[in-house]
Nanobody, 125 residues
């Protein structure tokens, strides 16, 4: 079983950047597809980005394409979300997620096997 701990959230101005990290424990990290979801106040949790076990396949929701980059370092058991050109609508709690099957843009939160505790990202206008 994989356990996930996020870090890197905070307050940033519009147009700024943040990098989220998700540290995983467990020997099976490299066999999981990893991703990020987010949940804004009063809204449902939504898919943001995901990548495959090797990192060769990556998926993004349309609203973050060209601004966010997901990556992973299997040697460090860590997945990252580099967020550039942040907008107020990116404000949310960001959750790291792991599934043994490939996570894509259509993956629902009900399909996620492991969640992190979440990290808050606030973008001021």
């Amino acid at each position: 079983q994989v356990q996930l701990v996020e870090s890197g959230g905070g307050l940033v101005q519009t147009g700024g950047s943040l990098r989220l990290s998700c540290a995983a424990s467990g020997r099976t990290f490299s066999s999981y597809s990893m991703g990020w979801f987010r949940q804004a106040p009063g809204k449902e949790r939504e898919f943001v980005a995901a990548l495959s076990w090797t990192g060769a396949s990556r998926y993004y929701t349309d609203s973050v394409k060209g601004r966010f980059t997901i990556s992973r370092d299997n040697a460090k058991n860590t997945v990252y979300l580099q967020m550039n050109n942040l907008k107020p609508e990116d404000t949310a709690v960001y959750y790291c997620a792991a599934t043994p099957s490939m996570m894509t843009t259509t993956t629902s939160m009900n399909s996620v096997e492991v969640w992190g505790q979440g990290t808050l990202v606030t973008v001021s206008s």
